[in-house]
């Protein structure tokens, strides 16, 4: 798991979508609502695997309190 987050973290998926929404709020890339809603839930599911295997490893999350 703690390889996995590793992985998760060298990958560019998160500064990619990142991007992409950036450009979208900017209106520099026009988007439809679905696709907005989908950059948005793609955003939300890599957060969700970070918290996760924080979680399963026995960290604490950024959104836990200490």
Known sequence: MARLLAMLGQTRIASNLNQLAKMAHLGTLPVLPDTEHD??????????????????????????PS
């Open 39 to 64: 950059i948005r839930r793609a955003c939300a599911d890599v957060a969700l695997m970070r918290r996760e295997l924080l979680r399963a490893l026995g960290r604490r999350t950024d959104t836990e």
